[in-house]
């Protein structure tokens, strides 16, 4: 992997149409983008100032495995086009080694498609509440960070920029994408999370739970994009330390947010800066879930 970080993206001859929390991308003709993959870190919605070196080359690598793993459940956004049909000039190129793909253009649903393992975050705080998750009744009496009797689909809107994504009942989404597709993006989360949490429990990983996204082409049909099953997008536990009552670490920058939740900061832009030492860890986090999922 690269050894410079990379924090934000302007290329030439290019044109940036979204910057968002960790991704740059790019217009690459009518029908495709590029996706550039930073090393950006957010934290409570505020990006921090410090990039963690290496975070994009392992999320886009982590994403690549799984696109190319899961095409037996669903279509994916990938074009397979080389980054030198797009970038042609070998200083950016390099730059982007690892960290950039050519995707297809599609209608992104309007809804974060998070399917549940384990019971832990907001649907422990829900599940305390009412007895379930997104109106879905659970058995009375689980325990924090304990396995689901299945995996439940619990969906969210996507938020405006700065804020929270709001947890969905079933029905609400069919009233946002309609019900045959709402059913359709139900159960296709539903398999690539089985299939991916048998996958990593192989390695000494539990996916606790994680978000999906999807789009339709022009033909309706339903494609999995953006980023999938990475520890930005996804709650990894090392199953070795796993014990059910007690929230376990994460493989992703949680020791970041337990760091800032130390310091006076109202959590609002700008974020503090990182001690070195802390942006070390967490980048060797990132990697460990790279090694330990490709292995």
């Given at each position: ?62 994403s690549q495995f799984w696109f190319e793993r899961t095409r037996h459940i669903v279509p994916n956004h990938l074009t397979g086009r080389p980054l030198e049909s797009l970038v042609t000039d070998p200083a950016e190129r390099a730059m982007l080694e690892g960290r950039a793909v050519i995707v297809r253009r ?145 493989f992703d920058k949680q020791i970041v947010r337990d760091y800032l939740e130390t310091l006076d900061w109202n959590k609002r832009a700008p974020g503090p800066h990182l001690p070195p030492e802390l942006i070390a860890r967490t980048s060797e986090k990132y990697r460990e879930a790279l090694e330990r999922l490709?292995?």
């Open positions: 992997m690269n050894a410079q970080a990379v924090y934000r993206t302007s290329l030439r001859g290019l044109e940036k149409i979204h910057e968002g929390k960790v991704r740059d991308i790019y217009a690459a003709g009518p029908d495709a983008m590029l996706i550039v993959t930073t090393d950006r870190l957010s934290a409570f919605d505020v990006i921090l100032p410090e990039p963690i070196p290496g975070k994009g080359q392992v999320l886009n690598q982590i599609l209608r992104a649903l309007p809804i974060e498609a998070v399917v549940r393992g384990y019971l832990i975050g907001s649907g422990w705080k829900d599940y305390q509440k009412t007895g379930g998750i997104c109106g879905i009744s659970l058995p009375a009496g689980l325990a924090l960070a304990e396995r689901l009797p299945a995996p439940i689909f619990t969906p969210a809107t996507k938020a405006a920029a700065g804020q929270h994504d709001e947890n969905i009942s079933f029905s609400q989404t069919e009233q946002l994408i309609g019900a045959d597709l709402a059913a359709k993006v139900r159960d296709t989360a539903i398999s690539i999370y089985r299939f991916a949490a048998a996958h990593a429990l192989a390695r000494g990983i539990i996916i606790a739970d994680t978000k999906f996204e999807f789009g339709v082409d022009e033909h309706g049909t339903l494609t999995l994009i953006d980023e999938v099953l990475t520890p930005d997008s996804s709650r990894f536990w090392p199953a070795d330390t796993y014990r059910v009552g007690q929230s376990p670490p994460s490709t292995r």
